[in-house]
Every structure is written in structure tokens, then in C-alpha cells.
């Protein structure tokens, strides 16, 4: 922190982590938290309830460090806004579902229904990458898809309706729309089980969620130590345990290479 909010920090050794709502507070709680406090820290996590705020407290040090957004998000949220953060390590993540109340396969999809998706550009984006992996849609030639929105799509073979909200409300929308992509923080969030979805994203590396902390801070103790507490024996127990909600998650490859190598000793 600057100012007189980094004297607080070197005083008391607290590390406040921001959070949106969904698994990864409890995360920090379960698999993070002890770590640090062996170490001497105090944690503190602060809730966000959109992809907005997280950031922007980042920056201006109110928090510390955040957990919630992947590399993409992070990158395209801090060029727009003029942010100087930098992600860290990649941690296991739940990603995107297809859910629904109203229909249990894809093959009932008809002309007319509605799917909704998040209205951020990065998880618009991912969602109808998504979409088109299952067939659901086509992009236009030339286009990037990481920066994709519903103008970009060519062909929509069932004639569905995509419709852009706020990424907390989708899980709302499961009442009134046919379907909805829902991140995996918020579907965990509103009591939907990720083995409910109609299908689940398979994770590229880049969309697994990061630690971010400013820049400036990269190289500070309290960053290392967060690091070293994610590479722990201890942190990789606690999200392999089948009792907990993290064992569903897709790991990154830095934990899934450390448990392969294991296992070949």
C-alpha cells in the first residue's frame, strides 16, 4: 500500500483480499488463510459484488490483492482503465456452465429461446466461444474471437436469442430464460451445481483465475509469501479434498504437472 496505508500494513502485517461473490473467498478462508497466518499475517477479505470494483480498489489501495478474474479480464480491464496490476499464480477454477430450467439437453433448443450471457467484453467474449465450441453458433471470418460481442456472430443455425446482462444477475435469468452462461463464481454463488450445467467450458490456461496485486508490489514479501502458501503442499491438499467444492475445479498446469510428476516418482 502507499501512504499511510502501507505504514498500517508494516505495522500489523494484515493482507486484505478482495473478493466477488462466489468459491474464492472461501478459498482464501480454507486453502490460503492458514498459510499466511503461520506466517504472521492477518487476513482480511473484502466482497465485491461485480467484475468492477475489485480492480479499481486494487489500484487505488484499498485491498491489497484480489482473487476473481482471469489473465484476460485482468489485462483488457487494466489497458481500458489505465491500471498498472499484474497477475501472479493461476489457482483451480470453476469455469463456465450452460444451465437451465427449462430444457435438459442442447437438442431442445429452438428458434426463439433465449440464452443469456455476461455483458462484460472479456466474458461476452469467452461465453460465446463457448457457444460456438457446441455448435450454437459462428463467428464472422477475420474477426479476433477473444474480442468477439453478438455482432461479430455469422450464423446462428437454431435462431436463438443472445441476450447480454450483468454477469451477477444471470443466475436470475434461469426463471424466465431457456438457458444462461453463468461463470462458475456465480453459479456456485446462487446454489447451482456445477454438474448440473447442460455443459461445462473446457479451461484454456489464460481463463483460470489469477492473484492480481499492483505492480509496484510484485517483488514484496507479503506477494512472495501469498505465492509460497499457493505452491504449498498444504494449499494443493485442501482443493484435492473430495469433501470440499474445490475438488470440481479445473486445476492450472502448474498444479496438474506437480501431481503428474508425483505420481510418476
Known sequence: MTGILSTAYAADQTIVFGVAPGPYGDLIKQA????????GYKVVLKEFSDYVQPNLALANGSIDANLFQHVLYLKKFSADKGLDLSEIIAVPTAGL????????????????????????????????????????????QN???????????????????????????????LDTATASVVNGNYAIAAGLDLASALELEVLDENVKIVLAVRTPDKDKPFVKDIAAVIESDEFIAVIDDPNRVFKSFQRPDWITDRLASKSAQ
Do not use: M
Not at 490460503?32 to 506466517?39: A, D, S, T, Y
Open 32 to 39: 490460503i488463510q492458514p498459510g499466511l497466518e503461520k506466517k
Open 97 to 140: 456452465g450452460l444451465y437451465s430450467n427449462k430444457i435438459k439437453s442442447l437438442g431442445e433448443l429452438k428458434k426463439g429461446d433465449v440464452i443469456t450471457l455476461a455483458n462484460d467484453p472479456t466474458n461476452l467474449a469467452r461465453a460465446l466461444r463457448f457457444l460456438a465450441k457446441l455448435g450454437l453458433l459462428t463467428f464472422n
Open 143 to 173: 474477426i479476433d474471437p477473444t474480442t468477439a460481442s453478438e455482432k461479430d456472430i455469422d450464423q446462428n443455425p437454431r435462431g436463438l436469442v443472445f441476450k447480454p446482462l450483468e454477469a451477477a444477475q444471470l443466475p436470475r435469468t
